[in-house]
Nanobody
């Protein structure tokens, strides 16, 4: 079992940047496909980005493609989400998640097995 802890959230003006970090303990992240999701009050959790460890393939939601980048650090056992050109609509709690099925890269939150506690990102206009 892996434990995930997100950090790096905060308040930023529109057009600014933030980098979210997801630190893992308990198991190496090479055992999982990693994803980032976000959620705002009253809405369902939304897929943001995912990375398949084996071949470093990535997948992005249309709304963030070209602005956000998911990456990994094998040595530090961490996953990152670099967020540029932030918009007020990016405001949400961002969650890191791990899927035990390393052969797929999924946009469905129900297919992810482990979750962090979330970190708040607020983008002011």
């Amino acid at each position: 079992q892996v434990q995930l802890v997100e950090s790096g959230g905060g308040l930023v003006q529109a057009g600014g940047s933030l980098r979210l970090s997801c630190a893992a303990s308990g198991r190496t992240l090479s055992s999982y496909t990693m994803g980032w999701f976000r959620q705002t009050p009253g809405k369902e959790r939304e897929f943001v980005a995912a990375l398949k460890w084996r071949d470093i393939s990535t997948l992005y939601a249309y709304s963030v493609k070209g602005r956000f980048t998911i990456s990994r650090d094998n040595v530090k056992n961490m996953v990152y989400l670099q967020m540029n050109s932030l918009k007020p609509e990016d405001t949400a709690v961002y969650y890191c998640a791990a899927d035990r099925d390393v052969l797929r890269i999924s946009v469905s939150d129900w297919q992810y097995d482990y979750w962090g506690q979330g970190t708040q990102v607020t983008v002011s206009s």
